[in-house]
């Protein structure tokens, strides 16, 4: 074991470990060297410092111990790894979280004999969440986008305001592919498509890393696909899907994002739940795809290997499988990293090189991040006067991605809505603001449990919105997301009798563990739509009155017997604070419509879903009578005008490791601007293991004039027809590929094909992975 160094304030500044110019790796190694097994262990732990009151539960689902959890008191003379969510668990104004920060810090630093702090994480999905921050749209919402470079300008100025707060580590962004809507996490999702995911979130990484905040990829693998879409139920998965579907985001997000840091998924897959696996953790995630980084705990998934997954005895049993399969640091607070794993090395029964391996990858990221160097933030307002965690700046941005966002599904010309007049709006988010954040938001997370106090941001309701953008319009609002009383239907349906035209907003209320129709723990039996909200659609359709509805909600719903009625459907993914007046602009014809569903609509609430991403039998075929096709595809999206395709160009033939161009030209063909998704989507007829029927290779948005046309040029290099082949390695394999040109995954008037040709050829860690797109006006 090694033993303490005594401290010595005449030689500390002669430690190496404390020399700045020193390279990371030889300060780090003579600090662990200085360390005791309690201090290597301290350094792995995490401290929930909220709330402040004895015996108060750190959090909404605590880790089934009914235990309370240390003091701060009690931990920090080992050292301490991070801070959770000193801005995130409260409402207090940016001045108190800055000032408490910092002295958290100030005692932690003081607590160990080496003055070494800890990094502070904070969640990020829809902005920094803490009180008063910007609230930009959900993940779907950035899907719908199909725009990184807006991807990435939100993430780096959510990275700005929680550098500007003392903040070093955010917990985003969730990479999990959505194969089942009914997940309540859909709403935490980017797509059912792993390359609009990869792309995407690979541009949400690189803004907040580039703004110095460490990104943490979530949730490593598999959460998505658990059993009937149920939160932390089995993942029944095979290796293939799981390599070419569920794992590939992660694999541009670590190589061309720089992601420092990746948080473990609840599931289990086929048996071995993923905090426990060595495998997955180390042979996978380190060792192949090249995490450099450190790999933390998703709050109490340790414990969790004790008291829900059953494959460990006791806390120091858990902490040891954990640590060997390679979690670097348990959050969001100390449980099993603490005594439980100390015990264990000190009994031999967990090498301490275990314990030097994580602890040397936590303190390389402390040097990383000055944090070998004291106490943070000192050099920062002291009153915290200067941080406006929700400047117009971010409200414009977070306007822009809500705008783009917005899908129009179903049009029959009752939009844009020509003046408010005999305009009424009506169901239960009709003036809602909750209607428009998901549940990793401020108010949704936290604010629900303090309702005697503001938002502390400015949200406008639909209503709202739509009443300044047409002055004129009624509204008749419901309060109930379920519709569980007649007489809010009843009111609904004698508004929309007595208007012109109703507009009917309808969705979702996010929430935590049953308190919401969507959100962590909000899963969904059916894709109908929750309560009585396709009842009530029913009721005002009824009427004869044209009906707008406009879906305000965090997954898919079934629209059968709504849509074909509706005058109009209008799709948005909780979008943010700015999100009423991006609907309402569209309504109003203000703003264009160009968001795509990165989602596919199903048609029936009771049929399984399947996601665009399917092979032939898994779609719609002779043998059975459930058709479990979509309403509206993946990729799908109305505009105001028209598009037309032509002039398709495929090179060829290449080798498998050669490029292929491929282009098109797109014209606007209507009499009003708009931009279009021109999506391509590749395909193989033969394989040696069943293949999708087609995926997404590239896309481009093109916005044009009335008339206008350009062309768009795809360079496909080989590697995006590879996949994980009949030995389980990654392959591109000769022969016949079919390309496909559209604006969307079931709209491809171009069809084509290109031969690749030469061996069988495997591939390594440089495989290319992205598809670039070259738009040229003509």
């Known amino acids: 074991m090694t033993e303490a160094v005594p401290a010595a304030s005449a030689s500390a500044t002669r430690e190496p470990w404390r020399d700045r110019g020193l390279p990371v790796a030889e300060r780090v190694a003579?600090?662990?060297?200085?360390?005791?097994?309690?201090?290597?262990a301290g350094q792995l732990a995490g401290y929930w410092a909220m709330p402040a009151e004895p015996g108060a539960p750190v959090a909404p689902m605590e880790d089934d111990s009914h235990e309370l959890a240390p003091t701060l008191d009690e931990v920090i003379d080992r050292g301490l790894g991070q801070l959770t969510r000193v801005f995130g668990t409260t409402p207090v104004p940016a001045a108190e979280s800055a000032a408490r920060l910092r002295e958290l810090q100030r005692r932690v630093a003081a607590g160990n004999r080496f003055g070494i702090p800890a990094i502070a994480h904070e969640e990020c999905l829809n902005g920094f969440m803490t009180w008063g921050a910007t609230v930009f749209p959900s993940p779907p919402a950035w899907g719908a986008t199909f725009d990184a470079e807006l991807v990435g300008e939100m993430a780096a100025a959510i990275g700005a305001s929680m550098r500007a707060a003392g903040v070093h580590q955010g917990l985003a962004p969730v990479l999990d592919v959505v194969r089942d809507p009914r997940w309540g996490r859909t709403e935490e999702?980017?797509?059912?498509?792993?390359?609009?995911?990869?792309?995407?979130?690979?541009?949400?990484?690189?803004?907040?890393?580039?703004?110095?905040?460490?990104?943490?990829?979530?949730?490593?693998?598999?959460?998505?696909?658990?059993?009937?879409?149920?939160?932390?139920?089995?993942?029944?998965?095979?290796?293939r899907e799981f390599a070419d579907v569920i794992v590939e985001p992660f694999v541009m997000a670590l190589r061309d994002g720089g992601a420092r840091s990746v948080m473990h998924s609840y599931t289990d897959v086929d048996g071995m739940p993923a905090a426990a696996d060595e495998r997955l953790l180390t042979g996978l995630l380190r060792d192949r795809l090249g995490l450099t980084g450190i790999v933390v705990a998703d709050y109490f998934g340790i414990s969790f290997l004790q008291t829900r997954h059953h494959v460990a005895a006791t806390r120091g049993d858990a902490a040891a499988l954990a640590l060997r399969a390679g979690i670097d640091m348990e959050l969001p607070t100390v449980r099993c990293y603490g005594t439980p794993l100390i015990e264990q090395v000190r009994q031999g029964k967990v090498p301490?090189?275990?314990?030097?391996?994580?602890?040397?990858?936590?303190?390389?990221?402390?040097?990383?991040?000055?944090?070998?160097?004291?106490?943070?933030?000192?050099?920062?307002?002291?009153?915290?006067?200067?941080?406006?965690?929700?400047?117009?700046?971010?409200?414009?941005?977070?306007?822009?991605?809500?705008?783009?966002?917005?899908?129009?599904?179903?049009?029959?010309?009752?939009?844009?809505?020509?003046?408010?007049?005999?305009?009424?709006?009506?169901?239960?988010?009709?003036?809602?603001?909750?209607?428009?954040?998901?549940?990793?938001?401020?108010?949704?997370?936290?604010?629900?449990?303090?309702?005697?106090?503001?938002?502390?941001?400015?949200?406008?309701t639909l209503a709202d919105a739509l009443r300044d953008e047409l002055p004129g319009v009624r509204v008749a609002a419901s309060?109930?997301?379920?519709?569980?009383d007649d007489a809010d239907i009843e009111a609904a349906v004698a508004a929309a009798r007595d208007a012109g035209l109703c507009v009917l907003a309808l969705g979702d209320r996010a929430g935590l563990f049953g308190r919401g129709t969507s959100g962590e723990g909000c899963d969904a039996e059916t894709l109908a739509l929750p309560g009585r909200q396709a009842e009530l659609a029913g009721a005002v359709l009824d009427t004869g009155t044209p009906t707008v509805i406009v879906l305000l909600t965090g997954r898919p719903y079934a629209l059968?017997?709504?849509?074909?009625?509706?005058?109009?459907?209008?799709?948005?993914?909780?979008?943010?604070?700015?999100?009423?007046?991006?609907?309402?602009?569209?309504?109003?014809?203000?703003?264009?419509?160009?968001?795509?569903?990165?989602?596919?609509?199903?048609?029936?609430?009771?049929?399984?879903?399947?996601?665009?991403?399917?092979?032939?039998m898994d779609g719609p075929?002779?043998?059975?009578?459930?058709?479990?096709?979509?309403?509206?595809?993946?990729?799908?999206?109305?505009?105001?005008?028209?598009?037309?395709?032509?002039?398709?160009?495929?090179?060829?033939?290449?080798?498998?490791?050669?490029?292929?161009?491929?282009?098109?030209?797109?014209?606007?063909?209507?009499?009003?601007?708009?931009?279009?998704?021109?999506?391509?989507?590749?395909?193989?007829?033969?394989?040696?293991?069943?293949?999708?029927?087609?995926?997404?290779?590239?896309?481009?948005?093109?916005?044009?004039?009335?008339?206008?046309?350009?062309?768009?040029?795809?360079?496909?290099?080989?590697?995006?027809?590879?996949?994980?082949?009949?030995?389980?390695?990654?392959?591109?394999?000769?022969?016949?590929?079919?390309?496909?040109?559209?604006?969307?995954?079931?709209?491809?008037?171009?069809?084509?094909?290109?031969?690749?040709?030469?061996?069988?050829?495997?591939?390594?860690?440089?495989?290319?992975?992205?598809?670039?797109?070259?738009?040229?006006?003509?």
């Not at 003579?30 to 290597?40: G, H, I, Q, S, V």
């Not at 939009?415 to 005999?422: A, K, Q, T």
């Not at 419509?593 to 609509?601: A, C, E, H």
């Not at 799908?636 to 030209?665: H, I, K, N």
Request: glycine residues 12%; aromatic residues 6%.
């Open 30 to 40: 003579d600090l662990l060297a200085r360390m005791t097994p309690e201090e290597k």
């Open 189 to 239: 999702c980017i797509g059912e498509d792993p390359y609009l995911v990869s792309v995407l979130g690979t541009a949400y990484v690189q803004g907040l890393e580039r703004s110095g905040i460490v990104s943490t990829l979530k949730h490593f693998a598999g959460y998505s696909a658990s059993r009937a879409g149920r939160n932390m139920a089995p993942t029944p998965i095979g290796p």
């Open 352 to 460: 301490e090189e275990l314990l030097d391996r994580a602890a040397t990858r936590v303190l390389t990221l402390k040097a990383e991040l000055g944090l070998l160097d004291g106490p943070p933030g000192e050099d920062r307002e002291e009153d915290g006067a200067a941080l406006d965690f929700d400047p117009p700046e971010h409200r414009a941005l977070a306007r822009r991605l809500a705008e783009e966002s917005v899908v129009l599904l179903a049009n029959d010309g009752a939009l844009p809505l020509r003046s408010g007049s005999g305009v009424v709006v009506a169901g239960p988010l009709a003036d809602d603001p909750f209607a428009m954040m998901g549940c990793y938001t401020f108010p949704s997370h936290v604010g629900r449990a303090h309702p005697e106090l503001p938002l502390g941001i400015e949200i406008p």
């Open 479 to 484: 309060a109930d997301v379920l519709v569980a």
């Open 621 to 778: 075929h002779d043998w059975s009578e459930v058709d479990p096709g979509p309403l509206y595809p993946f990729g799908y999206g109305l505009t105001w005008t028209r598009f037309e395709y032509g002039g398709l160009r495929v090179g060829g033939p290449a080798g498998t490791d050669g490029s292929v161009r491929v282009g098109a030209v797109v014209r606007n063909t209507g009499d009003r601007a708009g931009t279009e998704v021109v999506q391509l989507y590749l395909s193989d007829p033969v394989a040696s293991v069943v293949r999708p029927e087609r995926w997404l290779a590239g896309w481009a948005r093109v916005r044009l004039e009335p008339g206008e046309a350009a062309r768009v040029e795809f360079d496909v290099h080989a590697d995006r027809t590879s996949f994980t082949g009949p030995d389980l390695r990654r392959i591109v394999e000769p022969g016949e590929i079919g390309v496909h040109v559209g604006g969307s995954s079931a709209d491809t008037p171009l069809e084509g094909s290109f031969t690749l040709e030469g061996p069988v050829r495997v591939l390594g860690a440089d495989r290319v992975l992205s598809v670039p797109a070259e738009v040229t006006p003509l």
């Open 560 to 616: 059968e017997g709504i849509a074909d009625r509706a005058a109009a459907v209008v799709q948005a993914f909780l979008p943010g604070e700015e999100g009423g007046r991006a609907v309402a602009g569209v309504l109003a014809g203000r703003v264009e419509p160009s968001g795509r569903m990165p989602v596919s609509v199903p048609r029936s609430a009771t049929i399984p879903p399947v996601p665009y991403l399917h092979s032939k």
